[in-house]
């Protein structure tokens, strides 16, 4: 059973991510609510894992901010959480409700399919929302209220691809094993154009369904061609391991679940390539923040919770600077032609030369390998930088 549990943790961890924000809302004392509409994952299995250490961290991000002011007011956030059932179903229903029962303006979708299907209803009412886990084709100057905060697999996979090819020359083919989602196709194509750019031949892209329990099959299918790189969650690499895979293996995301569950012996070299709170380059507001996390919920850190937090923050500072809690339009135009001071530094929007739209938030591009038990800082590079790389790749 606990095996069991484990392995469902980690399909849920290899997933994502979540956020929201929106509008004006009572006084108390002079200080007035800004709403922010949050539609999460909050029951069942991707609830446990996912929706709920996410809205911890957003509420804990709530306090640390607590009262900032907008032209000259006072505010605080009201944070409006509701289950959106990690479904395009429940992306709809919780966009409805936030726009026509709440009044928002602004909101997050966590998960590609929620958002995706809640764009619509957020273009047609004016209503700014922010997104994870999504395809770059739902991001463009035809959905000008659609931005995504957290980062974006073109920008990081792009990243990877230049280290592989500097680190190890050796590599020459790559294999693909994602999950048959939007998510997961959005990861697993990224990956296969950038392979291509750099010169690796893709030898197979795999997408298995969500909440495949065993994974000797395909295993037993990427041993067969023996890639010398495979892009894929711990769940597909740790049979291969066992088959006796010596190869290299990269992937979005990490916890230390990942190394217990698959034995750190057998995840030695792995590169992560996304932003995740690990390593000893990561601020040290932000290692207080996942101690703190860690100490009052319980929730060990992860790429999520991360995200939730550092959306909170951004959304906070282009509210400052746009000087209204309430013009989608001025805040939109500020968000895309603006620095903003975060705990991760001065950030800012790109993503024209990608998308058409500058509706991408820039993060800085990195790799880690995990060396020993070690999240290890092996290559970096400026958001401007690795963005510049992204449009040479991508375009």
């Not at 911890?56 to 409006?80: C, P, Q, S």
Request: charged share 20%; hydrophobic share 45%; aromatic share 10%.
């Amino acid at each position: 059973m606990k095996m069991w549990l484990s392995v469902v943790a980690i399909v849920v961890l290899c997933l994502a991510l979540v956020i929201g924000v929106a509008c004006e809302g009572e006084e108390e004392e002079g200080v007035k609510e800004v709403k922010l509409g949050i539609g999460l994952p909050l029951s069942g299995l991707y609830g446990t894992l996912v929706g709920i250490p996410a809205m911890n961290a957003f509420e804990l991000a709530n306090e640390k901010i607590g009262e900032f002011t907008v032209a000259g007011e006072r505010y605080r956030w009201d944070l409006i959480i509701e289950d959106n059932l990690w479904t395009g179903a429940g992306g709809v229903a919780t966009a409805t409700k936030f726009i026509f029962e709440d009044g928002v303006k602004m909101m997050h979708q966590s998960g590609a399919d929620a958002a995706g299907a809640a764009q619509t209803i957020c273009e047609e009412s004016v209503v700014l929302m922010d997104m994870s886990t999504v395809p770059p084709e739902l991001l463009g100057p035809d959905k000008p209220h659609s931005i995504q905060i957290c980062p974006t697999y073109l920008v990081h996979t792009a990243v990877l691809f230049q280290w592989v090819t500097t680190a190890y020359p050796e590599v020459k083919t790559v294999a693909i094993a994602m999950d048959d989602t939007r998510f997961g196709h959005a990861v697993g194509e990224a990956a296969n154009d950038a392979a291509s750019y750099f010169g690796l031949e893709v030898v197979a892209m795999e997408w298995f369904p969500v909440g495949t329990a065993e994974f000797y099959p395909l295993a037993t299918k990427l041993m067969d061609i023996n890639p010398e790189l495979v892009i894929c969650p711990v769940l597909v690499l740790q049979p291969m391991r066992e088959m006796g895979y010596e190869g290299h293996t990269a992937y979005i995301a990490w916890a230390e679940l990942y190394g217990e569950y698959i034995g750190y012996e057998n995840y030695q070299g792995a590169m992560i390539y996304q932003p995740n709170p690990y390593g000893a380059d990561i601020p040290q507001e932000v290692r207080d923040f996942f101690i703190e996390i860690e100490e009052r919920y319980g929730d060990e850190p992860s790429m999520g919770p991360y995200f939730t937090a550092t959306i909170l923050f951004v959304m906070t500072e282009v509210l400052k600077k746009a000087g209204t809690v309430d013009d989608v339009d001025r805040i939109s135009e500020t968000m895309r032609t603006e620095t903003f001071d975060t705990w991760i530094g001065p950030v800012h929007f790109g993503g024209e030369e990608l998308v058409g739209i500058n509706n991408i938030m820039l993060w800085p591009g990195t790799v880690h390998e995990i060396r020993g038990e070690e999240y290890t800082l092996v290559f970096e590079m400026s958001a401007d930088e690795a963005y510049e790389l992204a449009v040479e790749v991508y375009k």
